[in-house]
Nanobody
Framework: HVQLQASGGGLVQAGGSLRLSCAASGITISRNTATWYRQAPGKQRVLVASITSGGRTTYADSVKGRFTISRDNARNTVYLQMNSLKSEDTAVYYC????????WGQGTLVTVSS
């Protein structure tokens, strides 16, 4: 049974930082492309950052230079370090892993107050 457990969301002031975690079980996260998405109220879910099995990273233009995606193979976990947070980063953040199948974790809410 595959599970992706997202955590780390919360309320933070603009300019602050948060680190999101996506802990995988039932799959080896390093063998998959792992992606963080976010969905703001009333908007579509959009890609934030991804990391391939080879370690290549991709970022949305809106978060480049502020967010960093990384992976801890020993912990089977993918992280999203979010710095210099802005009110427009407020959203529910979801992690996703794509290998032979597509797996989604539950969302974690990030609220940035201005």
């Amino acid at each position: 049974h595959v599970q992706l457990q997202a955590s780390g969301g919360g309320l933070v002031q603009a300019g602050g930082s948060l680190r999101l975690s996506c802990a995988a079980s039932g799959i080896t996260i390093s063998r998959n492309t792992a992606t963080w998405y976010r969905q703001a109220p009333g908007k579509q879910r959009v890609l934030v950052a991804s990391i391939t099995s080879g370690g290549r990273t991709t970022y949305a233009d809106s978060v480049k230079g502020r967010f960093t995606i990384s992976r801890d193979n020993a912990r089977n976990t993918v992280y999203l370090q979010m710095n210099s947070l802005k009110s427009e980063d407020t959203a529910v953040y979801y992690c996703n892993a794509v290998g032979q199948r597509i797996y989604w974790g539950q969302g974690t809410l990030v609220t940035v107050s201005s």
